[in-house]
C-alpha cells in the first residue's frame, strides 16, 4: 500500500515546523536575553511575567490547534468549502476571547501580578508589571497569528509560517537592541521590540491567507459572522487541549511561586533553566503538531493503519531530534550563562539544573508528548486532558512543592516533579497508543 505522506512530503512539513517553533521560542529567549544585562531584577520580572504569557499563549494556542485538526479532517476527505468555513470561524471565535482576556489583565494589571506572585521586591514588581502591560496588548496579535499559521500548516503549508517567525524574529532582536540598548527603555523597551514583531507577523499571515491559490484561501475578514455548529466542533477540540496546557501552565505558577521564596537568585536560574528547557524540545514540538496534521489527514481519508503508522515514526524521529538538541543545550549552557551576564550563584544553580535535564529528558519525555498529539488529532482529546492534568499536580506540583518546602531541596525540586510527570504520562500514553480505543472516534 502507498503510503499518504512521502518522506519527502514528510521533510516539506516537519522540517519548517520544527525551525519556526524554534523561531517563535527565540522571540521570548532573545527578549530574555538583553533584559538580563539589566540586573537580576530584570531577568525576574520578564521570567515571573512570561510564567503568565505562556499559560494565555498557550490556551490560544490549543484552540488553533482544534481548528487545524478540524481542517486537515474536511481536507483528508477533500472537503475544502467545510475547511474554509471552519477557518473563518476559528478566527472569529480566538479574536473575540483574546480581547476579552487582553482587556481583562490590563485592567487588572497589578491585582493579577500581586495574586499570582505575592510579595516580591518592589523593583521586580514594577519591571513585572511594564512588562505584563504591553504584553497584555500583544495577546489578539498572539492569537490570531496562531490561527493563520495552523490554517496554513493544515494545508501542509509549514514553509511560509517559517518564513514569517524568521522576519518577526530579526525585527525582534533589531527592536531589542534599538529600544534597550540603544534608547535605555528597559524592560518596557523589550516588551515593545516583541509587540511590534507580533503586529508584523499577524498581518503578514492574514494578508498571505487572501491568496486565491491556497486550498483554504480566507478573504473579507470583516464579514466573518459566527457558524456555531463549527465554533462547537472547534470548542470540542480546543477547550480539553486549552485546558490541558493552561494546568501545566498553572502547575508553573504555583511552582513558580515556592521559587520565587527561594530568592532572586534562584529566581533568575530558574528562568534561565526554563527558557533552556524550551529550546532543547521545541524542535520535537514541532514535529508533534506537524503530526496533528498528517493523522487528521489519514483519518479524514478513513486511513486508520496510516495513523498508527505515522505516529510510530515521527515518534521515532522526534526522539532522535531531542537527543541531539539536549547535547548541544547542554554544551551551550557555560557560554549562554556567560553571555546573559548572570550572576555567579545563579549560573551555578541554572548549570546543574541544565545538567540533570539534558540526562533525563530524551530518556521519558517523547513518550510522554508525541503519541498525545496523534490522539488528539483522532479527536481523543478527554483522555489526553485527563492524564496530562491529574499526572502533573500530583507529580510536578504536588512532589515538587514537597521536596522545595519540606525538604529543602531548592529550585531543582521543579525539576524532579517534572521528570516523575514526564514519566507517568509516557508510560500512559504509550498504553493508550498500541490498545487503540483512540481510532474510535469521530471529528467531523
Given amino acids: ?68 485538526v478540524i481542517c486537515s479532517h474536511y481536507l483528508g476527505c477533500s472537503d475544502r468549502e467545510h475547511a474554509k468555513k471552519a477557518a473563518k470561524q476559528l478566527i472569529f471565535i480566538t479574536f473575540v476571547l483574546s480581547v476579552i482576556i487582553a482587556a481583562l489583565c490590563i485592567v487588572c494589571n497589578h491585582a493579577l501580578l500581586h495574586l499570582i506572585f505575592g510579595e516580591v521586591e518592589q523593583q521586580v514588581m514594577v519591571y513585572a508589571r511594564q512588562y505584563f502591560l504591553i504584553s497584555a496588548i500583544s495577546y489578539p496579535f498572539i492569537a490570531l497569528y496562531d490561527d493563520g499559521a495552523s490554517v496554513l500548516r493544515a494545508q501542509e503549508n509549514s514553509r511560509l509560517p517559517m518564513q514569517i517567525s524568521l522576519y518577526s524574529n530579526l525585527i525582534n532582536i533589531a527592536l ?18 516583541t509587540l511590534s514583531a507580533r503586529i508584523f507577523s499577524t498581518v503578514f499571515v ?18 466573518i459572522r459566527p457558524d456555531w455548529g463549527q465554533i462547537k466542533k472547534i ?29 532572586t537568585a ?5 528562568g534561565m533553566a526554563n527558557t533552556m528547557e524550551n529550546l532543547n524540545g521545541i524542535l520535537a ?19 486508520k493503519d496510516e495513523a498508527v503508522y505515522y505516529i510510530r515514526k515521527l515518534s521515532w524521529i522526534a526522539e532522535i531530534v531531542l537527543a541531539v538538541s539536549c547535547l ?48 488528539r488529532a483522532a479527536g481523543d482529546v478527554k483522555f489526553t486532558m485527563l ?22 531541596f531548592g529550585p531543582i525540586a521543579v525539576w524532579i516533579g517534572m521528570f516523575a510527570d514526564w514519566t507517568v504520562r509516557a508510560v500512559i500514553f504509550f498504553l493508550r497508543f498500541h490498545r487503540r480505543k483512540w481510532l474510535n472516534h469521530r471529528v467531523i
Fill in 176 to 193: 531589542n537592541f534599538l529600544f534597550v540598548w540603544g534608547m535605555h527603555l528597559g524592560v518596557m523597551g523589550s516588551a515593545l521590540a
Fill in 387 to 408: 492524564v496530562s492534568a491529574a499526572s502533573m499536580w500530583l507529580c510536578r506540583v504536588s512532589l515538587a512543592i514537597f521536596l522545595a518546602r519540606v525538604m529543602g
Fill in 1 to 68: 500500500m502507498q503510503h499518504m505522506f512521502s518522506n519527502r512530503d514528510l521533510r516539506k512539513l516537519l522540517i519548517p515546523l520544527a525551525i519556526d517553533q524554534l523561531l517563535n521560542t527565540m522571540m521570548g529567549t532573545v527578549g530574555t536575553l538583553v533584559v538580563s544585562n539589566l540586573g537580576s531584577a530584570a531577568i525576574s520580572a520578564v521570567s515571573l511575567v512570561d510564567s503568565i504569557n505562556i499559560l494565555i499563549v498557550q490556551a490560544f494556542y490549543a484552540l488553533a490547534a482544534g481548528g487545524t
Fill in 206 to 223: 492574514l494578508v498571505c491567507l487572501r491568496s486565491p491559490k491556497l486550498a483554504i484561501s480566507l478573504e473579507h475578514y470583516l464579514d
Fill in 266 to 270: 534562584a529566581i533568575a536560574a530558574q
Fill in 328 to 375: 548541544v543545550l547542554f554544551i551551550l549552557v557555560h557560554p549562554i550563562t556567560n553571555f546573559g551576564g548572570m550572576e555567579p550563584e545563579s549560573a551555578e544553580m541554572c548549570i546543574f539544573m541544565v545538567t540533570w535535564i539534558s540526562i533525563i529528558k530524551p530518556i521519558v519525555w517523547t513518550l510522554s508528548f508525541i503519541p498525545a498529539y496523534g490522539l
Fill in 235 to 263: 470548542l470540542y477540540l480546543g477547550i480539553p487541549s486549552g485546558i490541558e496546557n493552561s494546568m501545566f501552565q498553572f502547575g508553573k505558577l504555583a511552582l513558580q511561586s515556592t521559587v520565587s521564596l527561594m530568592g
Fill in 285 to 303: 514540538i514541532g514535529i508533534g503538531i506537524g503530526s496533528m496534521t498528517v493523522v487528521g489527514e489519514c483519518l479524514g481519508a478513513g486511513r
